[in-house]
């Protein structure tokens, strides 16, 4: 009888699994990949998420965003994988300044840089790429980033910030067909100028 | 509000994440300022473009196959064992047809030794995996001796850890087959890798297990050589090895059939066993 019980908890529970946080795997696999550009990696990171989340599955209160508690995972199992190989690149921290990042803007139509957001994206240092791919793609909310990479909200946000500007600013034709930042060009480095001029509100989020 | 002011926050009003108060004040400046509406249209057009770009691009797209292992490997885990949604008629089909051996007996086990005396002298794993494989697949379900290639991958070979995955991926089965389970087994006393597959409706048995001892008398098949499979009381038998583990396919089916399969998946179970004999090697050598 008690084994009858047990067998049947675990068949709900794994219906539960299945039905909520399996879906996802495809998001995170796709997210995995980006990070690690590697299709072997990045199955083994989605292939261990899913494993931690299927033992800490009891955890997740339903009705949360499911995606985002996995997410959530996959960080820390990706960190945890930083700090024993090697073979990852460790990134720096540092919120450098968005003129020494921004390249210089190229002449270029707008259906060539239209196909070319995600390279854009790609040229970014890869803390903004991370935000920004959290947000603008996962449709995670700022708190929701900061718990997944262990940060503060604020940091999420001047980071958001920063990385949409240089994004931008890598397409600067594409934004302008757009007419993102038009009202401030007026020079060569209109969308530079704009992005610094927000830059210093930033904080103030 | 003034135009710097809501260019400075207009993410956030995309994303949602501004008070009400502030939200309030974004559309009455929303309401008469154009340009304004021109730049968060755009800033939304961008984001939009970011996400189908990332969702649809073909260098992020997951690899086929890659799903079913995974999901293999999660109900493994979830359920505590191994448990394959198989239908009851397959299991009768298992029995019926695949796994040999107790019922072709002495008999089959004699012919097989006068056909391919010198098959059987390289190593006594033959016997084993044309054995009675029907007891893990049909009725012992719940034996300890039945765990999941994971788990004995953990335990006994870790040459059987990512094998689930290796066969369901994409392209290794011939087109039309269908892996109908996959788990770790004992047979006279040898731990087994066992993928049970259907294919033209019938079952044919994957098995990979390691070699304690090659007889070296026997001649050893080149590595990536798949040995053409013999006849044992109307069962087919092919067989492949790697430095220390040795694949069967077996089957009641036609030679054809049965060496589809084979040369199917032996070369991506035989590229993942190496890469797992070489980790180990590896791992022996630095220690």
Wanted: glycine share 6%; with cysteine.
């Amino acid at each position: 009888m008690f084994r009858l019980s047990r067998e049947k908890r675990r068949l709900e529970d794994w219906a539960s699994f299945e039905s909520e946080a399996l879906p996802f795997h495809v998001d995170l696999y796709r997210l995995a990949k980006w990070l690690l550009w590697d299709q072997s990696e990045a199955e083994d990171l989605v292939q261990e998420t899913f494993v931690a989340a299927l033992k800490s599955f009891h955890r997740y209160e339903k009705g949360t965003n499911c995606r985002a508690w996995l997410i959530k995972i996959m960080y820390r199992t990706l960190s945890k994988r930083r700090r024993t190989s090697d073979r990852l690149r460790v990134v720096s921290d540092a919120d450098e300044p968005i003129e020494d990042r921004v390249a210089a803007l190229p002449a270029r139509s707008s259906d060539a840089i239209a196909e070319e957001v995600l390279n854009a994206l790609k040229r970014l240092p890869r803390h903004y790429q991370e935000v920004v791919i959290l947000s603008d793609v996962e449709d995670m909310t700022y708190k929701e980033i900061a718990e997944a990479l262990s940060i503060p909200t604020g940091t999420v946000m001047s980071r958001l910030h920063r990385g949409r500007s240089l994004l931008r600013g890598e397409l600067a034709n594409y934004a302008r067909s757009y007419g993102i930042g038009v009202v401030k060009e007026s020079g060569e480095s209109k969308l530079r100028l704009a992005d610094a001029a927000e830059g210093g509100k930033s904080n103030a989020l | 509000m003034h135009c710097d002011d809501f260019r400075v926050i207009a993410d956030s009003y995309l994303s949602d994440e501004l008070l009400i108060e502030t939200n309030h004040d974004v559309i009455r400046h929303l309401d008469s300022c154009a340009n304004c509406r021109f730049e968060l249209a755009g800033r939304r057009q961008l984001r939009h473009r970011l996400k189908i770009q990332f969702n649809e691009s073909a260098a992020l797209r997951i690899r086929e196959g890659f799903a079913a292992g995974l999901k293999l490997q999660l109900r493994d885990q979830a359920l505590g064992r191994p448990r394959i949604a198989i239908p009851r008629f397959a299991y009768v089909g298992v029995a019926a047809s695949i796994l040999i051996a107790v019922a072709v007996g002495i008999l089959g086990l004699q012919s097989l030794r006068n056909s391919r005396r010198e098959l059987l002298a390289w190593t006594n794993l033959t016997e084993s995996a044309i054995g009675d494989h029907r007891e893990c697949a049909v009725e012992h379900r719940l034996a300890p001796t039945i765990i999941s290639l994971d788990e004995a991958g953990r335990t006994y070979d870790r040459a059987f850890a990512n094998l689930a995955s290796a066969v369901s991926s994409e392209g290794v089965l011939p087109a039309g087959a269908q892996l109908l389970d996959a788990h770790s087994c004992m047979f006279q006393g040898k731990r087994f890798a066992h993928f049970v597959v259907k294919y033209h409706d019938q079952i044919a048995s994957v098995l990979v297990a390691k070699v304690d001892a090659p007889n070296s008398r026997a001649p050893r098949p080149e590595p990536g050589q798949l040995v053409k499979g013999f006849d044992a009381n109307s069962y087919r038998i092919a067989f492949f090895q790697t430095s220390k583990h040795a694949g069967f396919v077996v089957s009641g089916m036609n030679e054809a059939d049965n060496l589809a399969i084979a040369r199917s998946v032996a070369p991506a179970l035989e590229k993942q066993i190496r890469r797992a004999e070489e980790n180990v090697e590896a791992r022996a050598f630095k220690w």
